[in-house]
Structures are given as structure tokens and as C-alpha cells.
């Protein structure tokens, strides 16, 4: 692959290319990335497998393939980590599988673990029908009540989407051993995302508690061998899988960090599989034709904003003012060299869920700075500090941001932390971040259950961001639209919540791509930009 990005660039270039920015920031027709533009790179992305067709030929037995990822996750349990690939939902799915996956061909929720699913007339009551013979890997039958046992945990937890599990399952009743039936409170048509997510992933009882003392037990393809922090999860083939016996031996799973390292790791040959999800790196293996599953992710390279007390983000005019002051495709050149999309919208326009009446916020300097001046005003001194994890990306980002809101009269420290998994503590466990980098990630296959851990009040995923009644009202109408149209006419309130109330900042979309190499078959997708290795074969 053929390009790097460049080194920490130099803070006069940002310097001069915001004083562009600024000439033509009130002029509606820029290509700025605002409201009603989605300025663009070389590609048109893609939900699903891109590459070309796998013709591998007949499956083979044995082998290990190792597999780089984002992040080291938190915990191999799904009431600790969130069920995405960039935050252990990969190496989850593994030792658990999952009981629906998303098919991006049908978008629909299809049946992976389970043998089926079905709704009543008014999705207000959906019976889950499980395969027979499934067994945990220490021998105790997967039936109705052990899926019901693992998800009633998962809901008592501060699981990551516990909050929405809880405000909306009313009841869930085992009607016989195979047989589910859950009881909601309101309508839901998007329900069985759930069962494709954490409470899809279940957990044995000799798992244990959440938290200290936990050991992953599941139903999945492969079983734990060890987990080194800062180093790899590896993991064996289950002989006693329901679909039968993995063909890999094992796969070990490891975290590189930089995206530039896992790059050139592939490149290589030392990794069979690998996790992209900058524009630039995602563009240089799609041109070359590489093999894998794409996953079309909004609001993926974003920065919160802690709306705590105390905190500069409290005040809505600083945070209104710090959307304003930044030019979403400002980002999108100076980081990742013009590659990928940039855009306000929630869900710009490659998106299912965008319609002609949503309109984002467009950069305006000098509207920030009318806004920052009412706050100074009133007391605050315009300090505020970003914070990001120790990778190419974020250091080029974190140098934007500073300029641009010191372009406007803020004062800006940048604090470095050197992993995500570190960053991750700091703002999820520890709430200590005025603006921190982050990917809040709305899916396409489901972007409720996000967009209401993220935005809703009761939601377990804002992580201090500041929520609105406005908000929790167009999410509610969300949830129970019985239509895509419907479903789209709440996505233009969200937008316009999201406009005034600005809980975080939006500037890049991203494509999230897991590639591999030639040797690798079998591989499949499922939600939240997970892969599924249980017929995965080297050969």
C-alpha cells in the first residue's frame, strides 16, 4: 500500500488553512462537511462484503490466524464490554456467538445461535426459538432458562445497553425449553438487534459474577486459552460446538495500536486478519482489492463533550461555539489526507436513514465566537482541555481542534493517554475529560439502540454528555415508528435535538473494514461491524 500519513503536522499549516476556512465560512455553498454538505473521497463505501467473490474451494481443517483489532477490550464479558469490534465484540462473539446476526444483504436480523424469531402483530411481544442440543462449553444445556438466566445478569449489571433492556422488556417468560417469549412495553420493531448485541451473547453460569472472579464460559466456536493483558486473547476450537467443530485450531487476537502499524503488519504477512477504520489506511486496502466486511459507521470519529457540572461543556453556548468553530472537512484533509467523508448529519446522505429535510450545523467562526464571548461574560475563562489516545490520528485530530478553537478565542491543552483502553477508563469509568476524541458509532442496521445508550437520559452510554427532553422524546418516537418512513421523520427531530443542544461533536463518518488475507475463506458478517469465525478455514 502505497501512502503514510504524514507526521505530526505543523501547527502554522493549520494555522493558514483555518484562515480559509474562515474567509468562506458563512457562505452556504462551501464544501466545509456542514449541514447540507457531505463532502467526500475517492470511494463510495459499501455495507457488506467487498473484494469479490470467496472462492476458496473445499474447506480445511487446522491452523491458527491472528487477527489485529482496535482496542483491547475491558473484559471478555458482555455486561462489562460494549459488543462491537472495536471493543472486544469480536473475541465475545467467539467464545459466545450470538443469538441473531445482521445480514447486510437483507437487512434483516437473521438467526446465528437461535433458529428463529417472530413478532407479534403490534412488536410488542416476540417469541425466540432456539436451536436443540446446544450445550455450554462446560457441558450445561443452552436452553430456554439458561438464555434467560444470562440475560436477566446482563440487565441487573450497568451493562452497556442494560438501560434501554430495561425500560423497554417487560417481562420474559421461558414457555418451554427452547422457547422464548419476551413481553415488551412498548412497540419495537428494531428488538431483535438486541438479540445480535450484548444480551445475544450468553453467558453460563459457572461465568460467575460480573466483575472480579468472572471466567467466560459460552456457547460459541472457540473457548478461552488465555488473555495477556496489552499483549493477545487467544482462543481454541470448541469441539462441542452446536454447528460442529471450528475448522482453525485457534485464533489469536492482538492489539497494535496505530493503525499505520497494523497496516504494515498486514501488508507483511503476520496478520491474517485486520481491523481498519482511518479513511486513508481503509483506502489503501480497498484499492488493492483486498477481501472483507464493511460496516458504514456515522458519527465514527467525533470528540464528546462532558456536559457534567463544573466542566466548560456545561454551558451549551461553549458547546455550540465549539461545533461552529470546526470545519468538519478541515479533519477529513488535514488528518486523513482528503480520504473518507465528512459531514454534520447524524446520518448523511449514503445512509438508509437520511431524508432532504435534516440539516446539520455549518461552520461559522464568528458565530462561535459571539457565543464564546456571551460565556466569557458570565465567568468562564475559555480554557478547556482535549483528550485522546497516543496514535497518529488523534494527534493529527487533537492539532486540529486546537486550532481551530483558538482561532475563536479558546485556550486549548492537549492530553495524550497512551492507549484506548486508557481512554476508554478515563471517560466511561471515570467521567474525567472536558473534550475527549471518541466514535459514538451509529450502525446502519440499527442505530437505535446507540443513539439511545448515547443520547437518551436514561441512557448508559453518554459518559457525562448533557441529554434534553426534546431528545428522549424523538428517540421514543423512534423506537416505536412502525415504518421506515416514520422511523425517518424521528431521525430529522434527533437531528435537530442534536443541533441545539450539541452533546458532541460530529465531524466524520467512517467506513469500518475488517480485511484479510488470501488464505482466509469462510469468515461472516454480523452486527456492529463483528465478524464470525466459526466457518472461517486457511487454505
Known amino acids: 500500500m502505497k501512502r503514510r500519513r504524514n507526521a505530526l503536522r505543523p501547527a502554522v499549516v493549520l494555522v493558514a488553512a483555518l484562515a480559509l476556512v474562515a474567509g468562506c465560512a458563512s457562505d452556504s455553498s462551501d464544501d466545509g462537511g456542514g449541514g447540507d454538505t457531505e463532502a467526500g473521497g475517492r470511494f463510495e463505501y459499501t455495507e457488506g462484503m467487498v473484494g469479490g467473490e470467496d472462492a476458496g474451494g473445499e474447506p480445511k481443517t487446522g491452523g491458527q490466524i491472528s487477527y489485529a483489532l482496535y482496542s483491547e477490550p475491558r473484559s471478555l464479558d458482555p455486561a462489562v464490554s460494549i459488543a462491537a469490534v472495536t471493543t472486544g465484540g469480536a473475541e465475545m462473539a467467539a467464545l459466545y456467538d450470538v443469538l441473531l446476526r445482521y445480514d447486510t444483504d437483507t437487512r434483516e436480523f437473521v438467526p446465528q445461535l437461535a433458529e428463529a424469531i417472530e413478532a407479534n402483530g403490534d412488536n410488542t411481544e416476540w417469541t425466540l426459538t432456539l436451536r436443540d442440543g446446544v450445550s455450554f462449553s462446560d457441558g450445561t444445556p443452552l436452553d430456554a432458562a439458561a438464555v434467560k438466566a444470562s440475560q436477566e445478569r446482563y440487565a441487573a449489571a450497568p451493562a452497556p445497553e442494560a438501560a434501554l433492556w430495561n425500560d423497554n422488556v417487560a417481562g420474559i417468560e421461558v414457555a418451554d425449553q427452547r422457547t422464548l417469549v419476551y413481553s415488551l412495553n412498548k412497540p419495537w420493531a428494531m428488538f431483535p438487534a438486541m438479540l445480535a448485541s450484548g444480551p445475544g451473547m450468553i453467558v453460563a453460569k459457572s461465568s460467575g459474577p460480573v466483575g472480579e472472579g468472572f471466567k467466560p464460559v459460552g456457547a460459541g466456536p472457540f473457548t478461552l486459552v488465555h488473555q495477556r493483558p496489552a499483549e493477545e486473547v487467544l482462543v481454541e476450537a470448541n469441539e462441542d460446538y452446536w454447528n460442529g467443530r471450528a475448522h482453525l485450531d485457534e485464533v489469536r487476537f492482538v492489539y497494535l495500536g496505530d493503525q499505520a502499524t497494523v497496516e504494515d503488519s498486514f501488508n507483511n504477512g503476520s496478520l491474517d486478519l485486520a481491523f481498519f477504520r482511518d479513511p486513508d489506511v481503509v483506502d489503501a486496502v480497498l484499492e488493492d482489492g483486498t477481501r472483507g466486511y464493511s460496516n458504514l459507521v456515522a458519527v465514527s470519529d467525533t470528540a464528546l463533550i462532558n456536559g457534567m457540572e463544573g466542566r466548560p461543556g456545561a454551558d451549551v453556548r461553549v458547546r455550540q461555539a465549539i461545533q461552529l468553530a470546526l470545519a468538519p472537512d478541515l479533519v477529513r484533509q488535514r488528518v486523513y489526507d482528503g480520504h473518507g467523508m465528512a459531514s454534520t448529519l447524524l446520518f448523511p446522505e449514503y445512509s438508509r436513514w437520511y431524508s432532504e429535510e435534516m440539516t446539520g450545523i455549518e461552520p461559522d467562526q464568528d458565530a462561535a465566537r459571539e457565543l464564546l464571548e456571551e460565556a466569557k461574560a458570565d465567568g468562564y475563562d475559555g480554557a478547556i482541555t482535549y483528550l485522546d489516545a497516543q496514535t497518529s490520528a488523534a494527534r493529527d485530530t487533537a492539532q486540529v481542534v486546537k486550532a481551530s478553537l483558538e482561532a475563536v478565542g479558546f485556550e486549548v491543552e492537549i492530553e495524550m493517554v497512551p492507549t484506548v483502553t486508557d481512554l476508554i477508563t478515563r471517560l466511561a469509568a471515570e467521567r474525567d475529560y472536558d473534550l475527549a ?99 472461517a478455514w486457511l487454505g
Do not use: C
Open 437 to 535: 476524541g471518541w466514535g459514538i458509532n451509529y450502525r446502519e442496521g440499527d442505530p437505535f439502540s446507540k443513539l439511545y445508550a448515547s443520547l437518551h437520559s436514561t441512557g448508559t452510554q453518554t459518559y457525562g454528555m448533557p441529554t434534553t427532553p426534546e431528545m428522549d422524546a424523538a428517540l421514543e418516537e423512534f423506537q416505536g415508528a412502525a415504518d421506515e418512513e416514520a422511523q425517518k421523520a424521528a431521525v430529522v427531530k434527533i437531528q435537530k435535538a442534536w443541533n441545539d443542544s450539541v452533546p458532541f461533536l460530529a465531524w466524520m463518518p467512517m467506513a469500518e473494514l475488517t480485511a484479510w488475507s488470501d488464505e482466509v475463506h469462510g469468515v461472516k458478517g454480523a452486527a456492529n461491524s463483528i465478524v464470525l469465525l466459526d466457518e
